[in-house]
């Protein structure tokens, strides 16, 4: 037994159909008068017009206005009578159109919410359980988001679960290829920016090959200063005169051929030195 306020869908159990039965046939002499007017227009083309013939064509003209004014006022007077029925069956139709597509909005709008609110539950099963795996294997620096899930209501909870699986599995072997290699916390650190392992491990890699080979060219140019360095100190010790040990004096005595201000330049240089010098005098030959 149906309750006072239930809803009881209503149902339309016939076929759709629409066709053209019982026209009325037209009864007329329109027919006659078309034939009539042929004729008459025939004989008024081929006759010779006279006095007499005048006064009747004038007749004949008036008549025929009367007849094309009546055969227009049938035609007008049937057409209307015949589109009667089927104007209204057109505008029938056309409400009939316009009250079945607001029905099947509403019913869409109810389907849409539904699966809506559906797909919201779903994906916040599967979120549930996305979350409580990192939780489980004390991942905390991804989100449900990264693992890119397309839940949909056909997909079945357990495939749904199983991408989740499968995502936090791939994070655990990243992470434990991390743990197999040199400089774990900055691939670490490289590796949470895109989830891209095989990036973070070359950039990182790269990173410590360039920053040794620097370190490899500062210290052989450090080791190469300090060589120079060196160098330079045995020299200065080797030829450098110390000062406790007692200057030896020499004795020159040269003869010079050259130009006059070659010449001047020597005598300068000698008396701007801290040595003694004086000009020998030639004495047959000899220097004295």
Not at 30 to 35: A, G, H, S
Not at 143 to 168: G, H, P, Q, R, W
Not at 217 to 222: A, L
């Amino acid at each position: 037994m149906e309750t006072k306020n239930e809803l009881v869908k209503p149902e339309f159990k016939s076929e759709i159909k629409a066709e053209i039965k019982g026209i009325a046939e037209i009864e007329d002499n329109i027919q006659d008068v078309q034939n009539y007017a042929l004729e008459l227009n025939e004989y008024y083309s081929k006759i010779i017009f006279t006095e007499d013939t005048l006064k009747e064509a004038k007749t004949e003209k008036a008549e025929v206005n009367k007849f094309k004014s009546k055969v227009a006022d049938f035609r007008k007077q049937i057409t209307k009578k015949y589109n009667e029925p089927l104007q209204k069956f057109v505008d029938t139709a056309k409400m009939t159109e316009s009250i079945l597509n607001d029905t099947y909005e509403t019913i869409n709008k109810q389907v849409n919410s539904y699966e809506a609110e559906q797909l919201a539950i779903k994906t916040s099963e599967v979120k549930d359980y996305f979350e409580e795996l990192c939780q489980q294997e004390n991942i905390d620096f991804i989100d449900y988001s990264n693992a890119n899930i397309n839940v949909t209501l056909s997909a079945s909870m357990k495939s749904l679960k199983e991408k989740a699986n499968e995502f936090v599995n791939k994070i655990l072997d990243d992470i434990n290829l991390i743990n197999s290699q040199q400089y774990i916390d900055e691939m670490m650190i490289e590796y949470k920016k895109d989830l891209n392992v095989s990036r973070a491990i070359t950039e990182v890699q790269q990173r410590h090959v360039a920053l040794e080979q620097a370190q490899k060219e500062k210290e052989e140019k450090r080791e190469q200063e300090i060589t120079d360095k060196e160098m330079i100190e045995k020299i200065d010790s080797l030829s450098a005169p110390k000062e406790e040990i007692k200057k030896e004096l020499v004795k020159l005595a040269f003869e010079f051929i050259g130009e006059k201000e070659q010449a001047k330049i020597i005598v300068s240089a000698l008396r701007n030195s801290k040595g003694q010098f004086r000009q020998l005098k030639e004495m047959g030959g000899y220097y004295e």
